[in-house]
């Protein structure tokens, strides 16, 4: 199986994986540079590196690598080293780059309006994928948005044919709160990374209340960044459409204290990544739903 192939198609499922290239070689190796070893995530190789205590290192590596998403450099010395012993002294060093190979992180817009032009701008530009879904041809075609990969006209039909996976962002902006708890009652039971929903502080409680009263349970909305994005004091469509790109990187990259807006229950379970509350941030959220719609 080719290597590069097997990338594509891991890419395409949605799914991650490691690289490991040998970049630098001196002397004696067991292989020749340029040489690739693929870890899936299952931990199944595809390639090698040359076999030996090399490459069982650098698989116990990927791991790390994996789940830090970023990349790192390994160097062997096989002139001394003990650990070497079973062939493979060779008199040699050799450096190895471990990368993570990623899959394009595709944002679904719930939502046609303002906002959601924005946004679908903005997250196309740093690189995401974008979907968009609206129950209303108008606001949702190739005109309003030509950089979307996929348009969908029914909610029901989204909710098929989306397969959410650790690769997928999902972002609620749609024109009311009864479409906003149809999409979120869906998106809590996805394999999704992000979950977002724009709205005030006081509409994001009513509706996480409004699910819970229907079944849900309460944990499923730990996950629920609400109301979306960082804490930038945000108000035009163009704004807040910052504001929640902004979050959609942090939570790509694995940024930390970064000042979220989700909402803090009662009970103080913090709601998606972290939380930053204050008085003229609750003022402002509900003029970022207004716009929205």
């Known amino acids: 199986m080719d290597v590069l192939e097997e990338v594509l198609r891991l890419r395409r499922e949605g799914k991650r ?19 690739r070893m693929l870890v899936r995530e299952d931990g199944s190789i595809v390639g090698t590196i040359g076999g030996g205590c090399v490459e069982a290192e650098v ?16 160097t062997f010395n096989l002139n001394n080293e003990a650990s070497f012993d079973n062939g493979l002294i060779c008199g040699g060093t050799l450096e190895v780059f471990v990368e993570p190979i990623l899959p394009t992180p595709t944002l679904y817009i ?22 968009v879904i609206d129950d209303r041809e ?33 972002l609620i902006v749609t024109r009311g709160h009864r479409d906003d708890m149809h999409v979120l009652a869906w998106a809590v039971k996805t394999g999704a990374r ?17 699910l819970e009263r229907e079944g849900y349970a309460k944990e499923l909305f730990d996950r629920v960044n609400a109301p979306v994005g960082l804490a930038i004091g945000a108000l035009t469509p163009e704004e807040i459409a910052v504001s929640i790109a902004a979050e959609l990187i942090a939570v ?7 000042a979220h807006k989700a909402v803090v229950r009662k009970d103080g379970e913090k709601h998606a990544a972290s939380s930053a509350s ?6 402002k959220a509900p003029v970022a739903e207004s716009v929205s719609r």
Request: avoid cysteine; proline fraction near 4%; glycine fraction near 8%.
């Open 252 to 258: 790509r990259r694995g940024a930390t204290d970064v």
């Open 17 to 35: 994986a490691v690289m490991a290239t040998i970049v630098h070689t001196n002397g004696s190796i067991p292989s020749f540079e340029s040489s």
């Open 59 to 74: 698989w116990a590596a990927a791991k790390d690598v994996l789940k830090a998403e970023a990349p790192r450099k390994m």
């Open 110 to 131: 719930f939502g046609g309006g303002h906002v959601s032009i924005a946004l679908a701008n903005a997250a196309y530009t740093v690189g995401f994928s974008i979907g």
């Open 278 to 283: 204050s008085a003229d941030e609750a003022q």
């Open 138 to 170: 108008q606001f949702a075609n190739k005109q309003r948005f030509p950089m979307a990969a996929e348009i969908y006209t029914d909610f029901e039909d989204s909710f098929v044919k989306i397969k959410p996976n650790p690769s997928t962002y999902l």
């Open 194 to 210: 992000y979950i977002g929903m724009i709205g005030s502080k006081r509409k994001v409680l009513s509706v996480y209340q409004a």
